[in-house]
Every structure is written in structure tokens, then in C-alpha cells.
């Protein structure tokens, strides 16, 4: 049972406009979230996180927002770029303590066209 | 340069040999973590070593062996491995506390 799902295999967008990646939950113990990109051929890389206690943060061009009641979360990327092409995950961390059992979904392959 | 350093990168191994797959963190970190990654799964939680002791085996055959002889290096020992075996595998660490994994670029199992 998929504790944290991405339901979009792959999702396409031209350069420069608004990139949006979907995440749902299941269990409502999650006490934050992450995003992490990866290129092929390399592991993946942190790029954002949320609380549970917020319902949205954002770095740049990127924006994670969080909706607890729906057990949703969604990463926008704007303007996209062809560099931000990649496998995208959404994470989340159960149970809190000293190590992070990161739960993860299957991924989004994201592909910016030029 | 991540900070996670794994080897091999790539491994092609028969079902009856015995190969290790080393990680080693130059971060300073206390938690280290070995994740698997097949075609269209999700990642999978393997084993988590908190201060060089395994806090979670989340339910791994025995074929799979993990050994962290300090907080800077893990080790997962291969052994009669099945075909199925083949993955991605996955090294990360993390500050004890902190939401973010920090990961290696994997090696890449392959078991005839």
C-alpha cells in the first residue's frame, strides 16, 4: 500500500510557462514533506520542504504548497526551464525521531521543451 | 560533488557470488541510510544507522547485509542475490534531526 503517491508519470510544458507537480498522502502522521530532483545517472538532490504545520514555502522559482485536509501536496515551478528537466519526487517523513524515514513516491518525469 | 561518495557505480554480479557496495559521507552526518530504487517503484527504505547503530531494517532478506563500521561509512554485503535483485541502490545520510537526506549517485546492481 502507496503511502505517498504521484499519479502522473510524466508531465510536459513548454519553457517559461508554470510547471505543476502533484503529490497525495494517506497517512495523516506526516510531519513534513520534501521534494527531491534527480537527473539520470545521479542521485537525487534535495531541492524543497514544508512543515505540516504550513501550507506554503517557497524558494525562488520554486513554491511547494501543502493542503492537510485534502492530504495533498503540489510543487510549481515557474518560469519552467529546460534545465529543470528531471524525475521529480515528493517525500514524506514519518514519525519524527533522530533519523528521517523518508517515504517516497514514485516520481514525475518532468520534461521543459524549449 | 554531493558529499556521498558510493562504489561501484556499476555492478554486474552472478547469483552465487559475494560483493560489497561501499558508501562513504564526507558531511559529518550521524544517520546513514541504504535505499533501493526498481523501474517504476517507489524508492524503498532498506536500512537506517543512527551513530553506527542500525535503528530500522524495514523487513530486507538476509541476502542483504548492511555494516556500518563508523558514521562516515556503510557498507551493504551481497550474497546468493536473485535476478529480481537488480535495482538501484542508493546510499544517503542525514544530520540526526533534520528533515533532508543527502544522497550518493548509486550503484547500479545488475545479477545474472
Known amino acids: 500500500d502507496q503511502q505517498v503517491k504521484q499519479n502522473s508519470p510524466s508531465l510536459s510544458v513548454q519553457e517559461g510557462r508554470i510547471s505543476i507537480l502533484n503529490c497525495d498522502y494517506t497517512n495523516s502522521m506526516f510531519d513534513y514533506f520534501l521534494w527531491y530532483k534527480k537527473y539520470p545517472a545521479e542521485g537525487p538532490t534535495f531541492l524543497i520542504s514544508i512543515s505540516s504545520i504550513k501550507d506554503k514555502n517557497e524558494d525562488g522559482r520554486f513554491t511547494v504548497f501543502l493542503n492537510k485536509s485534502a492530504k495533498h501536496l503540489s510543487l510549481h515551478i515557474v518560469p519552467s526551464q529546460p534545465g529543470d528537466s528531471a524525475v521529480y519526487f515528493c517525500?514524506?517523513?514519518?514519525?519524527?525521531?533522530?533519523?528521517?524515514?523518508?517515504?517516497f513516491g514514485t516520481g514525475t518525469l518532468l520534461a521543459v521543451q524549449p | 560533488e554531493t558529499g556521498v561518495t558510493q562504489t561501484p557505480r556499476h555492478l554486474v554480479m552472478g547469483m552465487t557470488n559475494k560483493k560489497s557496495l561501499k558508501c562513504e559521507q564526507h558531511l559529518g552526518h550521524n544517520a546513514m541510510y541504504w535505499y533501493k530504487q526498481s523501474a517504476k517503484k517507489p524508492l524503498e527504505l532498506m536500512f537506517v544507522y543512527n551513530f553506527k547503530e542500525q535503528t530500522e531494517n524495514n523487513s530486507v532478506p538476509s541476502r542483504f547485509s548492511p555494516e556500518c563500521p563508523n558514521s562516515s561509512h556503510l557498507f551493504l554485503h551481497l550474497h546468493t542475490l536473485q535476478p529480481e535483485d537488480s535495482a538501484l541502490y542508493l546510499c544517503?545520510?542525514?544530520?540526526?534531526?533534520?528533515?533532508?537526506?543527502?544522497f550518493g549517485e548509486g550503484s547500479r546492481l545488475t545479477v545474472l
Open positions: 544517503a545520510s542525514s544530520p540526526s534531526g533534520t528533515g533532508e537526506l543527502f
Open positions: 517525500a514524506a517523513r514519518g514519525f519524527g525521531g533522530a533519523t528521517n524515514k523518508l517515504i
